[in-house]
């Protein structure tokens, strides 16, 4: 089976510190993955560089067979990339679902259109039922400044599932939601992107999270890969442990 | 939603009513009032997108020029022709700017309009063979749709011909807001980063939004060209530009009526403080912007919409009571 991504000795530095130093990795497709690691690991820099936010130093980037390297954020997402962010990057003057319609349209390729409206019965009912797993339904005609720091973020990731990519970036997506929702939208995001057969990749702090739902851990340290595998494996590595953890 | 889709149609009886009632003097003003909201609505477009330009004048003085060399150089005396030479010449001019200008934000954005607005100004200026330098171009009443309209109804021709052809503008405006590129150009204002990240192109949205605001432009000065009966290069000049900004400001550029309202305001607001206090009109003008900025920062139709919101308070009181 082909892969959907791969990283050929990618390597980016700031200054004199080497962010990403020579990682290579195959992710196949449906594959959940989940990156951990210390912070300034690495971790954020890799899902810069694979969405063209960055442009590598040296190495290579492919997507589908494609080669994407240092290809502009609007190309990789045209190709079907999406991702979230760590900090949320949302339209904070406009409502959640006004938020979700400008993703479905960017995505029918109709963000250029002048004359019909955004807002279209069918476009209104795909986009409530987008925000259904992530309990923001009932918040759809609020304006999102509005949104506690929690739904931000479940909105930020929204906005990128709207998208219906076929590879999956998620920046820490648990981060700031409480540990009460955590879990429940997780689970209902992972069962669906499983469904639409999705390959993520998701940088975690979290490691219970990372243990429930990645197939597959990769464990920065310093911009390399420390380890690959199965999650019971990985986070049992007492190398990763102090790397991650701190302690083994 | 009664309200939104009355509103246009109580707004076209008031307009269509007006001359009938009012004196002469006032229907020119409202006429130059109309006419240059549409300037107003060019600029509050933009400012949608974060963008503020101190240099629109130089699409007011396209769309009049296009028009007084027409008739001067063109023999031309037909108005919607010439109208709609005018607006595409506009439209034309904003396409090549735009080519260079939207790639700027912020401040790069306003001083480059106001810049390359300058230097229009100084060509209008300096070419007088062809432009008359400062004594400008005169423009003759045209003829529409083919009539030469009576002397005695000129004024009342003009101001119908203004609000007819101001219309669409304001349609099509409304329509852009509420479409997919009106929303990513307020979401280029909120977040470049997630829009470029949704796969559309920031660049694009504003270009687009830059033609279209500079076609707009060139139509406002088109027909306050007809209505003034002559042309000067200083409807080039920023000061001009920064008058425009000032009125979306005054009246609220986050609606659709707020650019015609604060241009009617700003109209008789100068007309009156110009009669009353000649030597101190400008200051006249700079208090009612400190009290709009501090009392009402979203211009003057937020009262309409303070009110209208009342009234439904009201009205939904009265039905829990009745």
Known sequence: ?248 | MRGGKALPLVAAAVFGAAPLVLPGWVTFLLTLAVAKSVMVLAIALLLRGGLVSFGHGMFFAAGAYTVGMAMKWGGMREAVVLTFLGVLAAAAAAALLGLLIARYRGIFFAMLNMAISMVVYAVLLKLYWVTGGTDGIGIRTPTILGVMPERESLRLVMYYFTLVMTLPAFYAVHRFWTSPLGFALRAVRDNEVRVEYMGTSVARVIYAAYVLSGALGGLAGILTGFSVGHIVPDLAYWTTSGEFVFVAVLGGPASIPGPLVGSIAFEFLKSYAYKYAAFTWQMTLGVTMLAIILFMPGGLWTIYEGLARQGRQWRLSWKRTG
């Open chain 1, 1 to 248: 089976m082909a892969t959907v991504l791969e990283t050929h000795g990618l390597t980016k530095s700031f200054g004199g510190v080497l962010a990403v130093d020579d990682v290579s990795v195959a992710i196949a497709p449906g594959e959940i993955v989940g990156i951990v690691g210390a912070n300034g690991a690495g971790k954020t820099t890799f899902v810069n560089l694979v969405t063209g936010y960055l442009k590598p130093d040296r190495g290579r980037i492919i997507y589908l067979g494609r080669d994407i390297t240092a290809h502009p954020p609007r190309e990789v997402t045209g190709l079907g990339v999406a991702r979230s962010f760590q900090i949320p990057q949302i339209y904070a003057s406009l409502t959640v679902l006004e938020n979700v319609l400008i993703a479905l349209a960017a995505r029918e390729g109709q963000s250029l259109r002048a004359w019909a409206p955004l807002s279209t019965r069918v476009r209104e009912a795909e986009g409530l039922i987008l925000l259904e797993p992530f309990g923001l339904t009932e918040h759809a005609a609020r304006p999102v400044s509005e949104l506690p720091q929690g739904g931000l973020k479940l909105l930020d990731i929204a906005l990128a599932s709207a998208l219906m990519p076929r590879l999956l970036l998620l920046d820490e997506p648990t981060s700031g939601v409480s540990s009460a929702e955590k879990f429940g939208v997780m689970d209902t995001l992972v069962s669906i992107l499983q469904a639409r057969g999705v390959t993520v990749i998701f940088v975690e702090h979290d490691m219970d999270v990372v243990t429930n739902y990645a197939g597959r851990v990769l464990a920065f340290s310093e911009g390399k890969i420390l380890a690959d595998g199965a999650p019971g494996v990985v986070l049992a590595d007492p190398a990763v442990r102090k790397a991650v953890l701190g302690w083994a």
